[in-house]
T-cell receptor
Framework: QQQVKQSPQSLIVQKGGISIINCAYE??????FPWYQQFPGKGPALLIA?????SEKKEGRFTISFNKSAKQFSLHIMDSQPGDSATYFC??????????FGKGTSLLVTP | DVKVTQSSRYLVKRTGEKVFLECVQD?????MFWYRQDPGLGLRLIYF???????EKGDIPEGYSVSREKKERFSLILESASTNQTSMYLC??????????FGNGTRLTVT
């Protein structure tokens, strides 16, 4: 049973555009929602994370929007760059427990 | 900086062989995890461990076992490798309420 559903599976964005990836979860006990970024040949690395006491968190060009009532959260990449081309995973868990990952989104930013 | 080291980047084994995947972390983390990554399926949890000599099944433990004799080392064992275990295997570690740190993965091919 997929506990975190992620869409789209792949995304192509022009340089300078906004990339948006969406995730939905079922378990209302989840209280930690990170996004991981993975480049080819590397393991995933934490990009940004949010807890449900806030609706938005911004770090540079990356923003997480969180909607607790809808059980949805999304990653926005502003001014997308070719160097942002990677696979992105959303995840959710109760704090300190194993993460449940979405299936991933392959992002390609074209020059 | 946290370092999670997986002993092999690429491994080719024959059906029926016993396979050991080794993982070492250098940050004294209590929690260690094994995930497998397959295209379109994302990251799926195989086993995890919250302490030495302790293990818990994840979402897809069938065909796998684990060993954690020392805090820094977590091994994944394929008792009798099968072709459907051809995959990318990712080891990760963390302390409670901190980010999950991944190794760069072992790409296993079972022929």
């Amino acid at each position: 049973q997929q506990q975190v559903k992620q869409s789209p599976q792949s995304l192509i964005v022009q340089k300078g555009g906004i990339s948006i990836i969406n995730c939905a979860y079922e378990n209302t006990a989840f209280d930690y929602f990170p996004w991981y970024q993975q480049f080819p040949g590397k393991g995933p690395a934490l990009l940004i994370a949010i807890r449900p006491d806030v609706s938005e968190k911004k770090e540079g060009r990356f923003t997480i929007s969180f909607n607790k009532s809808a059980k949805q959260f999304s990653l926005h990449i502003m001014d997308s760059q070719p160097g942002d081309s990677a696979t992105y995973f959303c995840a959710a868990s109760k704090s300190g427990y194993a993460l449940n990952f979405g299936k991933g989104t392959s992002l390609l930013v074209t020059p | 900086d946290v370092k999670v080291t997986q002993s092999s980047r690429y491994l080719v084994k024959r059906t029926g062989e016993k396979v050991f995947l080794e993982c070492v972390q250098d940050m004294d983390h209590e929690n260690m995890f094994w995930y497998r990554q397959d295209p379109g399926l994302g990251l799926r949890l195989i086993y995890f461990s919250y302490d030495v000599k302790m293990k818990e099944k994840g979402d897809i433990p069938e065909g796998y076992s684990v060993s954690r004799e020392k805090k820094e080392r977590f091994s994944l064992i394929l008792e009798s490798a099968s072709t459907n275990q051809t995959s990318m295997y990712l080891c990760a570690s963390m302390v409670r309420a901190s980010p999950l740190h991944f190794g760069n993965g072992t790409r296993l091919t079972v022929t």
